[in-house]
């Protein structure tokens, strides 16, 4: 007959079997505290964005029947939202690429600046940045209205200038310039030291010109970080509300057609209006969610170079 298992087989085994369970626990205990920190800005953002866009998406849906595309439906067969969508996108497109434009050759030049005059200029572009809503639009009527400061001078030495209305497509593309040049230097002037000295060097000893240089080191370097900031951009333009308001007011957003605009209008003046808004919005959250994937893929590109 077999002998009985002796006492400390016994603990042996227990201790074995209490091994996995010790160290689940000091891995969970370890997670705790590392996420212990972060615990009341997760609750905040799920308080303030996550269960906010889940209502929307499911008020987006609801219908007096229940769950169903008629909200989807009834909004993209309407011409005005159609309108909307396709001006918003013709907007935010066309102002990233404006402050692209103007945009990274003042980051490059600022960023090679000496430290305390790049100091000033950061500063000044901090403020421009974020100075927007109810205030710049009152700054772009005193710059560009009907009497404002530029249309009275430019009249007064007998030049004709009619400017444009605050309310159409190339007045809040001018206004939108003010918020977002600054606001596109800023993000790309840190990308702009990625180009070292020594590849400048190492080109010269190649017999490279400058024109060369900047054809196939500088511009395929820096690229996918002003795409990045065209995307950045592109996005923050979509959802403008404050500033947008201002220079359309309530009687011109029947005239430019945006996204924002339509769903303040759509809430004041629809029976329709609480679904209608939610669809729009989530039409908002969808562009702004793609924008930033492929904003991520290209960061995650632009990246490799200080590996």
């Known amino acids: 007959m077999g002998s009985a298992p002796s006492a400390g087989a016994l ?7 209490s091994a996995p369970a010790r160290s689940m626990a000091r891995a969970l205990r370890d997670a705790l505290a590392a996420w212990l920190p972060a615990l009341p800005l997760l609750l905040l953002a799920a308080l303030l964005l996550v269960i906010p866009a889940m209502l929307l998406i499911v008020q987006s849906f609801s219908t007096e029947a229940g769950l169903s595309l008629a909200n989807w439906g009834k909004v993209l067969s ?21 402050a692209m434009l103007i945009g990274t050759p003042a980051a490059w030049f ?3 600046m000496f430290p305390a005059r790049r100091a000033i200029w950061l500063a000044l572009l901090n403020v421009a940045a974020n ?23 430019l009249k007064a030495i007998g030049i004709p200038f009619d400017p444009p209305s605050p309310a159409s497509f190339t007045g809040l593309a001018i206004g939108y310039l003010y918020t977002n040049v600054p606001l596109f230097v800023l993000l790309t002037i840190p990308a702009m030291g990625v180009l070292r000295n020594d590849w400048w ?32 951009i592109f996005t923050w333009s979509i959802g403008l509300y404050g500033l947008a308001f201002a220079l359309a007011g309530t009687g011109g957003a029947t005239q430019v057609r945006l996204i924002t605009l339509q769903i303040g209008l759509t809430l004041q003046s629809s029976a329709f209006g609480q679904e209608r808004a939610a669809v729009l919005a ?3 959250m ?17 990246l490799r170079w200080f590996r």
């Open 11 to 17: 603990g042996q085994t227990a201790t074995q079997r």
């Open 78 to 98: 309407n011409r005005n939202d159609q309108r909307a969508i396709v001006t918003s996108l013709e907007l935010a497109a066309l102002s990233a690429t404006l």
């Open 110 to 112: 600022i960023s090679h």
């Open 131 to 153: 100075f927007g809503g109810i205030g710049l639009g009152f700054a772009y009527l005193a710059t560009l209205g009907n009497v404002g400061m530029v249309t009275l001078m």
């Open 201 to 232: 060097e190492a080109a010269q000893t190649a017999a490279a010109t400058r024109l060369q240089f900047w054809r196939y080191v500088g511009i395929p370097v820096l690229s996918p970080f002003i795409a990045a900031g065209w995307l950045l």
């Open 282 to 284: 989530v039409v908002l």
């Open 286 to 302: 969808v562009l702004a969610t793609v924008s930033l994937l492929i904003y991520r893929v290209l960061l995650r590109r632009a």
